[in-house]
Structures are given as C-alpha cells and as structure tokens.
C-alpha cells in the first residue's frame, strides 16, 4: 500500500466535515488524525497539529476563518484543501503568491461535486456560441455568503470566454430593488435561500428562438466527498495553489 496521507480537518463538526470524516475512514490510504478547533486559543491550536501532525489540512469552517486557516497551514507546512467560500481576490492572489513561495500545495474549491464541475465547463462551452445568460444558485437557508463561490467561479468561466455585452433593455429599470439580482459583467447572477434545498445551480441561455439549460442538483453532502478525496491526493503533488477543482479532471 502507498504511504498514508495522514489528514485533520477543521469544521469537523458541521455538515460537511462529518461527512468528510466519514470519506476518510472508507479509504485506506488516508489516515483522519483528528479534529482541530482553529477556534481555540493559538498555543492550543498548536500543540494540536504537533500532536497530529497532519500532511493536509481539508477546511470545511466558515468564510472568517479560512484565511487564519491558510496562513496556519504556511506556517507549519500543511497543504490546505479548502471548501469553505469566502476568500475575497485579493486574498486569493496573495495567497497564490504565498503557496508558490513556499512550494506548497494548495487546492480552494468553491465546489467539490464533479457534476458542479462539468457544469462550469459547459457553462463556459456554451457562453461562445450564447452570450446571453443568467446564473441561478440554489442553497440551503443557512449559507452565509451570497452569491456562492460555485456561482461567481461559473461567472469567472463564463466572462473569460463571453463576448462582452450588457444584457437587458437600455431602460430597465428595478421597481423593487435587487429584482434583477446582481451584475457580473453584463449578466446576472440571483440567489436563492430556503430550507431543504442543499445545493443548486442552473445556468440559462438565450438566444434567437432557442433556450439551453444547464443544471446540476446536489441532493446531499455526499456528493462532494469524491471531489475532496480527489483533491487530498492531488494536492500532495503540488507546489502552488490551485482554485477550482476543474484543472484537475480532464
């Protein structure tokens, strides 16, 4: 058997980390260290990691710790894999730059299911032929960012390829504010929270006499944990920071 890789993760606890707790103990070659509560005081958190000395950290907490999260892993030579949204650009940049330096591994995804991912690729496809094009993300009520990392990366694949135009009428004009959701070069992306949804997202197209839909749907939290395994492995090879889980699937 190959070497273990031996992994702790933070945000144990939630959802998402008790799922990913439970990938860890169906895979030989992955080794759960533990839980670590980057909440804790500093010396705590540690004499923590010495204790189990973890190859990866997977972060799975809240968008006001995965910065504090990083710069822990830069400083005891843990690779991060980070599931958690919220890094803003500039942190994403600097943290590129961080990673690189240090010739660590890094891996920020906003989304974890591969079905997300081959939505974003096709999203991007189809934004050549048809530049006009609405974001609709789906989450459970108590998501904290809006709109989802998921949504913006999709926006970002889309932009770099869409011919540049401001959709809409000249004179729209919201009667209720916020109607039209939010612009991201010249499209729209619109949020939607309720209870019993987990995650969601349909891309639309529009074009003469035509429409194209392309949806994905995760009806639970398992169906990111082939994407986390995926990322733990991979990002023991790497010596940068990687955002999207896109550029590692063919």
């Known amino acids: 058997m190959e070497k273990q890789i031996r992994v702790a993760v933070a945000g144990a ?19 759960y260290t533990g839980a670590l509560d980057t909440r804790a005081a500093e010396e705590e958190v540690r004499a923590r990691l010495d204790e189990m ?12 710790s995965i910065y504090k999260n990083m710069e822990l892993c830069l400083a005891h030579g843990i690779r991060p894999v980070v599931g958690t949204t919220g890094l803003t650009a500039e942190q994403l940049d ?12 890094c891996i920020v995804a906003p989304n974890f299911a591969i079905g997300a991912i081959l939505c974003m690729k096709f999203a991007a496809m189809a934004a050549k032929y048809m530049p006009d ?8 009520d108590n998501k904290l960012d809006a709109p989802s990392g998921t949504a913006l990366k999709t926006a970002e694949m889309i932009a770099a390829v869409r011919q540049e135009k401001q959709q809409g009428h000249p ?6 504010a916020g109607a039209r959701g939010a612009n991201y070069e010249g499209f729209r992306i619109h949020s939607v ?3 019993g949804l987990v995650a969601h997202q349909e891309v639309l197209f529009g074009a003469t006499g035509q429409t194209l839909s392309i949806r994905h749907d995760s009806i639970s939290r398992e169906s990111f944990m082939p994407g986390v395994n995926m990322a733990i492995k991979a990002v023991m090879n790497l010596s940068g920071l990687v955002y999207g889980l896109e550029h590692l699937i063919d």
């Open 171 to 176: 004179q729209e004009k919201e009667t209720l």
């Open 94 to 105: 600097e943290m590129r730059k961080r990673f690189a330096e240090a010739q660590l591994g």
């Open 13 to 31: 606890n939630g959802r998402m980390g008790r799922e990913v707790v439970a990938m860890l103990g169906k895979d030989e070659q992955l080794l």
């Open 193 to 195: 929270r309720l209870p």
């Open 53 to 64: 000395k973890p190859d990866v950290l997977v972060d799975f907490t809240t968008p006001h």
């Open 133 to 140: 094009v609405e974001i609709i993300e789906l989450h459970h």
